[in-house]
């Protein structure tokens, strides 16, 4: 396990990584392998364990069909995790190589995640939460995909519930109305504008069980991109602190790629929104919110 903090300098890398590939109008070769990142402030330390056991079991079953295939994880502490946890050892009961990037202070999810994007080397490369279990064939169906598929540069899963149901995370482009109402009305509100918010979560298209292509907004739980493609993009807005980073992030990757939602793909999220979180979460989506429509145009109803 190698542990890392020169953020500086890795901030400056995806920067200019970015400019040269908006340059050049070329994304940069693939690389071999997956890379997995997953950022961490004050976890769940019993949610992460489960996260690494399935990422590991899912892994392996990867390597079973690509023997000696490069896999590493880019864990990013933005605070208040161990670096010596005894729960990486989840991680290395499956030989796959630990980067702890440490030392930079919460510099915010997507930032976080920049760190490892712009180490990666790999052919793909998943954002993903601590807060995922991840099916163990999940990988070799997305490697498989991509492979079928080279138009598309982001995958996105069926995220189900604890109990199997399936969790609505793609999504149409948002109203100012449409988040506030799901994200902070009494639930009674909320249910007179069902129908509405159904089209918001593209209900009437996902079945969870056919394939979707290009739904405009997929969920930051899990985003498993082609890595020239996230490199292309810089990677995630560093102007997002939390929330709508990956909104932003799925929108242009749009502009370059086909995005797929692939239900063969099975993970299970264990997340909350921002209204069960408290009033600095509040703060902090609506902070997001507004940069979020003032780049892409805002949409008040």
Not at 55 to 64: D, K, Y
Not at 212 to 225: E, K, Q, T
Request: aromatic share 10%.
């Amino acid at each position: 396990m190698k542990v890392t903090s020169d953020v500086k300098s890795d901030v400056k890398r995806v920067i200019e990584g970015a400019a040269r590939s908006a340059e050049n109008g070329v994304a940069p070769d693939e690389g071999e392998g997956l890379s997995i990142s997953i950022v961490v402030y004050h976890p769940d330390v019993a949610l992460l364990g489960r996260t690494l056991h399935t990422l590991g079991r899912a892994c392996e079953r990867l390597r079973a069909m690509s023997p000696g295939l490069p896999i590493e994880v880019f864990l990013v502490n933005n605070g208040g995790f161990d670096s010596g946890s005894a729960i990486l050892g989840e991680l290395a009961a499956y030989d796959i190589r630990c980067e702890v990037i440490a030392g930079h202070g919460n510099v915010g999810y997507g930032c976080g995640h920049n760190l490892a994007i712009v180490r990666a080397t790999s052919r793909l490369h998943l954002i993903l939460n601590p807060d995922v279990d991840l099916d163990a064939q999940a990988f070799v169906v997305a490697a498989a995909f991509f492979d079928a598929h080279p138009e598309v540069g982001l995958l996105t899963p069926r995220i189900e519930e604890e109990d199997g149901s399936l969790q609505y995370l793609c999504r149409r482009y948002p109203s100012l109305f449409d988040l506030f109402v799901r994200g902070f009305a009494p639930a009674s509100v909320r249910r007179l504008m069902a129908r509405r918010f159904a089209r918001y979560e593209m209900r009437d298209t996902i079945d969870g069980t056919s394939t979707v292509w290009d739904p405009p907004i997929v969920s930051g739980c899990f985003m498993l991109f082609r890595t020239g493609l996230l490199q292309k993009l810089g990677g995630f807005d560093a102007r997002y602190f939390l929330y709508f980073e990956d909104y932003d992030l799925s929108l242009r990757a749009h502009e370059l790629m086909r995005v797929a939602f692939v239900p063969d793909v099975r993970v299970v999220h264990h997340g909350g929104g921002a209204s069960r979180k408290g009033m600095k979460h509040i703060r902090l989506f609506g902070v997001s919110a507004f940069k979020f429509f003032n780049r892409f145009g805002w949409r008040l109803w």
